[in-house]
């Protein structure tokens, strides 16, 4: 009752289908809001006008202000990636020294990275949906792959190893920390016992061939579209 009447001001057109939550449009007219301010149409085909639709016929008034257009975009940057390509949006995370590497000399092991910046590296952690490395960084490091931001997340960060032959230890920290959240990339010269192995304890197993025996990571890619639920 509180919302009788009101006007909601938002960066996305309000959705008209079922996903993880029910029909946004439909809820606004229930509430009895008298206007909607909104940004953006709506990319999904899902929605795509079909929400403004809805609320224009349950009697509220619809505006788009493109005013702020970049702005709403940014925020909605991944979901307008994924629903004009098909495709996730990639982040690449690299760590670099002035000159260039990406590790201390042999003769100064740590970090190459201040404090503030491994900070930063937990809030993008905590911003994606999964985050992917190298066998080479496991077997050098041990590490758990983790978002540690100490932020609630929306959903279970996937931890996703490229490793073209299986090379990830049962005894890694990444392995025994398994909870159904951790993928294996590799080709189909990896050894089948070493998979079952694996799978056995938890880990998810693709197998993504590129000619010259490299894992595809178009198919990667591709497989990870597949799995997005991306109905809001």
């Known amino acids: 009752m509180r919302a ?46 079909r929400g403004f639709a809805l609320l224009g016929a349950g009697g509220v008034e619809v505006e788009i202000d493109p005013a702020l257009a970049h702005e709403a975009e940014a925020l909605n940057r991944a979901f307008f ?15 670099l020294t002035l000159d260039g590497k990406i590790a201390a000399p042999e003769d100064n092991s740590g970090w190459i990275t201040s404090e503030k910046a491994r900070a930063h590296v937990q809030q993008m952690r905590h911003l994606h949906d999964a985050i992917m490395t190298g066998i080479g960084t496991v077997l050098a490091d041990d590490c758990l792959l983790t978002d540690r931001s100490g932020l609630e997340r929306s959903r279970p960060l996937l931890r996703i190893v490229l490793d073209s032959q299986l090379r990830l230890p049962l005894q890694s920290r990444m392995v025994e920390s398994c909870r159904g959240d951790l993928l294996a990339v590799c080709t189909s010269v990896a050894s089948a016992a070493r998979r079952k192995l694996l799978e056995e304890r938890g880990v998810e197993v693709l197998v993504a061939d590129q000619p010259g025996g490299q894992t595809d990571m178009q198919a990667v890619v591709q497989a990870l579209a597949a799995r997005a639920n991306i109905c809001r």
């Open 4 to 49: 009788r009447g009101a006007t909601l001001y938002i960066n996305l057109e309000p959705c008209s289908h079922q996903g993880r939550t029910g029909p946004c449009a439909e809820a606004l007219v229930r509430a009895g809001v008298a206007r909607v301010v909104a940004i953006h149409q709506d990319p999904n085909p899902l929605v795509a006008g």
């Open 81 to 95: 990636h994924f629903m004009r390509t098909g495709r996730p949006l990639v982040t690449l995370k690299s760590a």
